[in-house]
């Protein structure tokens, strides 16, 4: 055994010890002194111009929208899930804008009210379901509902987007009469038929699962949803895949 290591360990601590031990002291007396005169960085404002545009997207939720008519790199998928990834890429690109949302079957709520804190609002996107409110579709209900969050004249532009894949069924509120007061408001409406021509495999469920898939008519009231477009200064489009549906929303 040999103790050179220890021996050569005291000698250094023995040397630079004092002068290491001060100089730390001196550090933390410098440190305090710093930390007492309490630094500061000031405060900065940054202001942006937007165009102030309010936009509600009235998105229908109805069984239909289980309808697998849609593809997505290849594989067939349903409707309300291609829904929510081109709205998604939607509110990405008006990063600006105040955006709401309403959910619509057998009757209409709201998902979100209007905001600019998008990544909120995708949030409860997500949660936006079929099957989480009775069935049917309450096409007027859901327009009335979304026009009604629009009511606040101060927006430059006020702006709905109605999507739909089926026939107004619920009579609560007339479609036509919301788009009255849409216009009345000086809201445009745009509306969009989402849906291939034909037929759509629909879900065969059982037990609360999907246990096949049968071909279904699909019925789209095109007439009223120009109707709709055409009063209130917007106008109708008809989605019959996902690149349309893209493209639709872009425009």
Known sequence: ?????????????????PTLLLAMRG????????????????????????????????????????????????????????VKQVVKEFIDARPNDRIGMVAFAGRAYVASPLTLDHDWLERNLDRVKVGLIEDGTALGSGLGTAVNR??????KSRV???????????WKVQPMDAAKAAKEFGVRVYTIGAGTQGVAPMPVMMGGR??????????????????????????????????????????
Request: hydrophobic content about 45%; aromatic content about 6%.
């Open 160 to 170: 709905v987007i109605l999507l739909t894949d089926g026939v107004n069924n619920v």
């Open 210 to 251: 999907i246990v096949g898939y049968q071909p279904v008519q699909v019925e789209i009231d095109e007439a009223l949803l120009k109707q709709i477009g055409e009063l209130t200064g917007g106008q109708y489009f008809r989605a019959t895949d996902t690149d349309s549906l893209r493209e639709i929303y872009r425009q």
């Open 27 to 82: 550090a933390a007396l410098a440190l305090l002194v710093i930390a007492l005169a309490r630094p500061q960085v000031g405060k900065r404002e940054s202001r942006w111009k937007t165009e102030g545009i309010d936009i509600v997207l009235a998105v229908d939720v109805s069984g239909s929208m289980l309808a697998q008519d849609f593809k997505v790199n290849g594989q067939p998928l349903d409707r309300i899930s291609v």
């Open 150 to 155: 629009l009511r606040d004249p101060k927006a």
């Open 1 to 17: 055994s040999s103790v050179a290591a220890a021996r050569a360990t005291s000698s250094f601590w023995s040397v630079l010890g």
